[in-house]
């Protein structure tokens, strides 16, 4: 969904490195999330926002850090690369309609991370 | 806690023929029901979604998916498939109150000619 937008795209990093993915959406949805895909696995949640104030914990956080610097713009942080956190990392937002309680959720191109 | 089972990892259909793709869930309230669908080296596409209503949902690209509260399942069909189809699907469960997806591990549709 080109309103979801992710960079970098691919990615190549050695263990023990810092990095940074990142986010960005034009759609103004309050809420945003990061999942990691691996094979078999299906994809699981490591970090969600529901604002710039609110950040929460997903299944899988150990070894991840999050950042939310605007309504906008949602940040995903390996602050020490390690191999098993190859993968292919999706951000999301939703819209959740008032009242209601059903979101759905929208998802980026993905970033692919090689972690050697 | 919610669940999604996907019990076929991968399908192999010939171009033209009708395509059921399985999904199982737990959850013990009125779960919130997506499909979703990858291609290679794509995001993941919204096809399709349940919340309320009528129990058969229609979606992009020709698929539905209908679900049934008594089977717990939400599968998703096309009546004809084409090539273009041929990718990751993946269905996820949500709920009121619950606002974190739960994904089942995918299946690989391989269309032949």
């Known amino acids: 969904d080109a309103d979801v937008t992710q960079t970098p795209r691919n990615r190549i990093t050695k263990t023990g490195k810092r990095i940074m993915l990142e986010c960005s959406q034009t759609k103004g949805h309050d809420r945003m999330y990061w999942y990691r895909q691996d094979p078999g696995l299906g994809l699981r949640l490591i970090y969600y926002?529901?604002?710039?104030?609110?950040?929460n914990k997903g299944e899988i956080s150990d070894g991840y850090s999050v950042s939310r610097q605007a309504q906008a713009k949602f940040s995903l942080s390996l602050e020490s690369a390690i191999p098993n956190q190859t993968a292919l990392y999706f951000c999301?937002?939703?819209?959740?309609?008032?009242?209601?309680?059903?979101?759905?959720?929208?998802f980026g191109p993905g970033t692919r991370l090689l972690v050697l | 806690a919610q669940s999604v089972t996907q019990p076929d990892i991968h399908i192999t259909v010939s171009e033209g023929a009708s395509l059921e793709l399985r999904c199982n869930y737990s959850y013990g309230a009125t779960p919130y029901l997506f499909w979703y669908v990858q291609s290679p080296g794509q995001g993941l596409q919204l096809l399709l979604k349940?919340?309320?209503?009528?129990?058969l949902v229609q979606g992009i690209k020709g698929f539905e998916a209908e679900f049934k509260r008594s089977q717990s399942s939400f599968n998703l069909r096309k009546p004809s498939v084409h090539w273009s189809d041929a990718a990751e699907y993946f269905c996820a469960v949500g709920s009121f109150g619950n606002e974190k997806l739960t994904f089942g591990t995918g299946t690989r549709l391989t269309i032949i000619p």
């Open positions: 349940y919340f309320s209503g009528d129990t």
């Open positions: 999301a937002t939703s819209d959740r309609l008032a009242g209601q309680g059903e979101e759905t959720q929208y």
């Open positions: 926002s529901f604002d710039v104030k609110d950040i």
